[in-house]
C-alpha cells in the first residue's frame, strides 16, 4: 500500500464515461458530481445509497461546480456559463462563452474569491490557441488571463498562489492567487507525465491524474516551490481528475476516460474510489453576486 492509499482502488456503479472529468464534492449534500464532457451529461453518486443520478444536457460541458446556494450549480459549457437547478433540470445562462472558434471549455474551478475560473483547448488538440480565463457574476463577459495555452488543465489555490497545468507540454505553473500575470508566472515540469486535473490535500499535497500513464502523481508545495514524491497506481489507462470527499474529506474519488483507446478494458471509463491518509481541502463556492 502506498503512502497516499489506506485502501483498494475500486470502481462506482457501471458507468463508463468517454470523458469523465471535474469531479466535485457537495458537502451539503454528501454526494458527488461530475460530467462526462463527450456524451453532453452531469452524474451525481449518492454514496449512502450508492445510487448514480444522470442528467442529458444539451451542449457539450466541461465542469458542474457549486455555488452559494444548495443544489443550484454551474455549469461550463461550449454554449455558455450557466446556472442550474438540478432539480428541475433547466438552465439559466450568466454569460457567453469566449473561447475561439474550434474550441471548447475544458478546466473549470472556483476560486477562493468566489470567481469562476475556467480554461479552453483546441478540440483537435492540436494548437496553442486554448486559454485561462476569470469570471464573475453580475460581469458581461469571462476576462481572459492567459493565452496561447494547448491543453488547460489542473487548478488548486494554495500559499496565495493558483497552480494550473498545460498537458501538451507537460507542465506546472503557478501564478497571483487572483490573477495570472503573464510575466510574473512560474514553471516547474512534470517529467514525462501528462499532467490533467488534480485535487489539493490540507498538508499541501497536489495529487494529479496522469493522462496515459495509469497512475497518480503526489507532490508537494512548499514556500512557492513543487516537489516531485511519488506516483501511485490506478487501474485505468486515463486517469482524468480527482477531488477528496465523503463525511471527514479523507476518500479520493478519480475520473477517468475511454476515448481514443483501441480496446479498453472493463474499468475504463470508470469512477474509481479509495481511502487516502490525508484530508482534502473543500470545494469553493461561486458567488452569485458581485463583491
Known sequence: MSVLFRSDVTAIGDYRAELGETPVWCQRTQSLLWVDILA???????????????????????AVLMTEKRNLFLLVSQDGIHLYDYENKSRQTLCGYPGAEGTRPNEAAIAPDGSL??????????????AWYRYEAGTDAPEIMLDNVGITNTLVWYEGKVWFADTKKNRFYSANARRINPQKISCFSSGDKSPDGSALAQNGWMITACWGSKCLLRQQINQGEL???????????QPSCCTFG??????????SARKNLD????????????QTSTVGVPQNLFKLQKG
Do not use: C
Not at 452524474?43 to 460541458?61: A, F, M
Not at 475560473?117 to 486554448?130: P, Y
Not at 516537489?227 to 489507462?237: E, R
Open 40 to 62: 453532453q451529461r452531469v452524474l451525481r453518486y449518492w454514496p449512502e445509497t450508492r445510487k448514480t443520478e444522470i442528467h442529458d444536457l444539451p451542449s457539450v460541458t466541461s
Open 117 to 130: 475560473w475556467f480554461g479552453t483547448l483546441d478540440i483537435k488538440e492540436e494548437k496553442n490557441n486554448g
Open 227 to 237: 516537489l516531485t514524491l511519488d506516483t501511485v497506481p490506478v487501474p485505468v489507462t
Open 246 to 255: 465523503g463525511p471527514d474529506m479523507t476518500d479520493l474519488y478519480i475520473t
Open 263 to 274: 480496446a479498453p478494458h472493463a474499468l475504463e471509463g470508470a469512477l474509481l474510489h479509495v
